[in-house]
């Protein structure tokens, strides 16, 4: 009896594994991208339409881009942080949508908020989203953390006077000044990408992981020079021709070189470039 009990309970462990990975793989391939409408019916603000259309989308179909986890949770209405969270490990996201063609620049809140949760350490994930007049979403995608500078935010203009919220300071967050490695499609040009290649980008990412902001500016601006770098191969003497625009980055820095130098090989050890010779890299 005891034997045919274990027996048992170790057949039933392994069928609802089974099962949790069908559900998850089902829950992968049938991603619909249409918005549901209907949810939408009684609001007459175009923003709260496109809020509640895309906030839904995500919660119906997205998976954790982090962990893996099948669903996503949504927070309370104006939580002034993060929209979604995922319960299985901790990570929280906020949506930013358009709609419209995918574009480098996506309008956020309060600059000065916006500045100081990325140097405390309190910014969530992000999700872009840019979706069609047809209302269906063409673009998805996760931008970690951990790759958030002060750098990425431009500041706007002050609203004038005359305004509701005068003075008030907003922000962009320029993503044309992210790496690539920062930019995990989920969905791209309206198709999704495999689950499992989703979680090996982000995985992949979290070797670089620092909450030390000067040290996150450092690797993500040098990562973001290799990457303009048009060729797989490519030598010390090319990313020192970004020495300009890494000094106006790090005015405090008198020492660039040698900085682009400890950087690319913090990028070597963390799996991102490949050292060939003396003075050669390449990409990996």
């Known amino acids: 009896m005891v034997v045919r009990k274990i027996w048992l309970q170790a057949t039933t462990h392994v069928f609802m594994r089974l099962i949790y990975k069908l559900i998850e793989i089902y829950s992968i391939h049938n991603m619909n991208l249409f918005f549901n409408k209907e949810i939408a019916k009684g609001y007459i603000s175009n923003p709260q339409i496109a809020r509640v259309l895309t906030e839904n989308w995500v919660k119906q179909n997205s998976f954790c881009p982090c962990c893996g986890n099948v669903y996503l949770n949504d927070f309370e209405n104006n939580r002034p942080v993060a929209d979604f969270y995922c319960e299985n490990c901790k ?32 910014n969530p994930n992000f999700f872009f989203l840019t979706y069609s007049k047809e209302l269906s979403v063409n673009n998805f995608l996760l931008i970690p953390n951990h790759f ?46 495999d689950k499992q290649t989703v979680l090996a980008n982000y995985s992949r990412t979290k070797s670089i992981k620092t909450t030390n902001i000067e040290s996150r500016g450092w690797i993500m601006d040098v990562l973001h020079c290799v990457d303009k770098i048009n060729t797989v191969d490519f030598s010390l003497n090319q990313v020192y021709q970004f020495e300009r625009e890494l000094q106006l980055k790090h005015p405090d820095n008198k020492f660039v070189k040698d900085k682009i130098r400890q950087q690319l ?20």
């Open 91 to 122: 990570e929280e996201f906020e949506l930013k949508s358009k709609n419209g063609l995918f574009s480098n620049t996506i309008t956020d809140g309060a600059y000065a908020t916006m500045i100081e949760r990325i140097n405390s350490n309190q």
């Open 265 to 284: 090989q913090y990028l070597r050890d963390k799996g991102f470039i490949e050292f060939t010779e003396r003075g050669k890299y390449k990409k990996i």
């Open 148 to 193: 958030f500078t002060p750098n990425i935010i431009q500041k706007r203009k002050p609203l004038s006077e005359n305004a509701r919220r005068a003075g008030w300071v907003g922000c962009n967050i320029d993503i044309s000044n992210v790496p690539e490695s920062g930019k995990i499609f989920i969905i791209k040009n309206q198709k999704e990408v």
